[in-house]
């Protein structure tokens, strides 16, 4: 099956900094991949995700890049702000299995006000 | 807000118990996950089920049991046979159940519930 590595696994900034979290993915044929926020005591929740052909998407402060050739992909949040302090999870949806989603361990986001 | 329920918020259970984990969904979503949540294990996937009355194995199936009997349902039985039980469970559905389909899967999850064994 798909095997998604995500790094770091904590991340501190200052307030007003880009926080930038990176996925790989070793599926070729994996064709979405989601990013989910889970702030402390709730649930995961989508946050942005990008298909297999788009290189990139923006939403407002949060954008996400894919380099298919590389297989990887990378979280890229601008002027962070406390309340994106949270954990960051990124996955990927394998090409050769119905449905499912595989998930990256997480990475803690600490914004310093 | 509504749309995926699950109880109890927070279990406890003596060790050799079965414990059942209810999750429910109002989203006439086709398909349904359960995942563990473990410190710096991220989600790892239990069971799955695409439709009603089918179900795989995830990742760590061992020692848990699921059933789909109705669309809006997927109960987990947590089973003495589970070694190390004591995890937060996230129940999940999505409307698609085909990767070549046109929706996104995305992931809606529940609120979750604390299993603690003592």
């Known amino acids: 099956g798909e095997n998604v590595e995500q790094h770091p696994s904590t991340l501190s900034v200052q307030e007003g900094d880009s926080a930038v979290i990176k996925c790989t993915y070793s599926d070729s044929a994996s064709n979405y991949f989601p990013w989910y926020k889970q702030e402390l005591g709730k649930r995961p929740q989508l946050i942005i995700d990008i298909r297999s052909n788009v290189g990139e998407k923006k939403d407002q402060r949060i954008a996400v890049t894919l380099n298919k050739t590389a297989k990887h992909f990378s979280l890229h949040i601008t002027e962070t702000q406390p309340e994106d302090s949270a954990v960051y999870f990124c996955a990927a949806r394998g090409g050769s299995t119905l449905g499912r989603l595989y998930f990256g361990r997480g990475t803690q986001l600490t914004v310093w006000p | 807000d509504g749309g995926i329920t699950q109880s109890p918020k927070y279990l406890f259970r003596k060790e050799g118990q079965n414990v059942t984990l209810s999750c429910e969904q109002n989203?006439?979503?086709?398909?349904m996950y359960w995942y563990r949540q473990d410190p710096g294990q991220g989600l790892r996937l239990i069971y799955y089920?695409?439709?009603?009355?089918?179900?795989q194995k995830g990742d760590i199936a061992e020692g848990y049991s699921v059933s789909r009997e109705k669309k809006e349902s997927f109960p987990l039985t947590v089973t003495s046979a589970q070694k190390n039980p004591t995890a937060f469970y996230l129940c999940a559905s999505s409307r698609d159940r085909l990767a070549g389909g046109t929706n996104t899967g995305e992931l809606f999850f529940g609120e979750g519930s604390r299993l603690t064994v003592l």
């Open positions: 989203l006439n979503h086709d398909a």
């Open positions: 089920s695409q439709i009603v009355n089918d179900f």
